[in-house]
């Protein structure tokens, strides 16, 4: 099967991809019930097994979070639905998160994304399994970073609970129309759907749904973004699952560097009709 997915792109993305996985192997123990061999045969294609399901081969994209804790997307081939496997590798805690988002779900609303978590651990020869997992957290509520992408892209993320997030951007990327201040119009704000999850200390998979966008207007929105943020060092790795405006499938890594913004702004205290 020819496999035409692409993870990279010069414009849009501040480094290559890392390609440090070629030539290792994981078994990875979820909690589902599921274990998963994987083959990293070159930097960007991954052989994988269950114990009941025939090899399969997928090309991937992966991106460091901190020498030891990998990033990995892949669209998988020949599913009913659109699908985007998101891994993170915990190579130091010996644990692993998966992120399955599909696209196609929900057939009224084609745009849409839908997320499952499983968390699980990394066999090691002669080792028990680790207990602790990967968990989902309330440590960055109240927390607001601003984000800086390659293409010119500013926005800041708010994150008023540990169910939404509030995005507002401050500056446009290349070939998009500048983000102008308009005081006689009040800003959308969308409070999306949200997933807050901690890897390790300072470290946190981000996932968010733009459900209420796509709501609004079927014909916008829907993507699912996941972005994991190295606070420690300020900066994210990242992938966007999405569909552009043309109603086209699209996806792609990036890496965003930002800063937590310690002053109040007025939006975040904006009322907003999408959350109880």
Same mark, same amino acid.
């Given at each position: 099967m020819k496999h035409e997915i692409k993870f990279e792109s010069t414009e849009k993305y501040l480094k290559k991809l890392d390609g440090s996985l070629a030539g290792k192997n994981f078994w990875l123990v979820m909690d589902n019930g599921e274990e998963y061999?994987?083959? /990293?045969? +070159?930097?960007?294609? $991954?052989?994988?097994? +269950?114990a009941d399901r025939p090899l399969r081969w997928e090309t991937y994209g992966c991106l460091k979070a901190d020498e030891n804790t990998y990033f990995v997307a892949s669209i998988l081939a020949g599913t009913p639905c659109r699908t985007c496997i998101t891994l993170v590798l915990d190579v130091e805690n010996r644990l692993a998160t998966m992120a399955i988002s599909r696209m196609g779900y929900y057939p009224k609303r084609p745009r849409l994304a839908v997320v499952d978590f499983v968390f699980g651990a990394i066999r090691a020869a002669d080792q028990p399994l680790p207990t602790r997992?990967?968990?989902? +957290?309330?440590?960055l509520v109240g927390k607001k970073i601003t984000w800086h992408y390659a293409t010119g892209f500013i926005n800041?993320?708010?994150?008023p609970s540990e169910r939404f997030c509030r995005i507002r951007p401050l500056q446009a990327g290349q070939d998009a129309p500048a983000v102008t201040e308009?005081?006689?119009k009040k800003e959308m704000l969308y409070d999306e759907p949200t997933? /807050?999850?901690k890897i390790k200390d300072g470290m946190y998979l981000i996932s968010f749904i733009e459900e209420n966008m796509n709501y609004v207007n079927p014909l916008a929105g829907g993507n699912n973004l996941m972005v994991l943020a190295n606070t420690k060092e300020g900066f994210d790795c990242g992938r966007t699952f999405s569909m552009n405006g043309e109603q086209k499938p699209e996806h792609g890594l990036f890496?965003?560097?930002?800063e937590f913004i310690e002053e109040d702004?007025? $939006?975040?205290h904006e009322p907003t009709p999408y959350r109880v």
């Open positions: 061999e994987l083959r /990293f045969v +070159t930097g960007d294609i $991954v052989e994988w097994r +269950t997992r990967h968990g989902y +957290t309330r440590e800041t993320h708010i994150y308009q005081p006689e997933r /807050f999850i890496v965003a560097y930002g702004i007025p $939006v975040e």
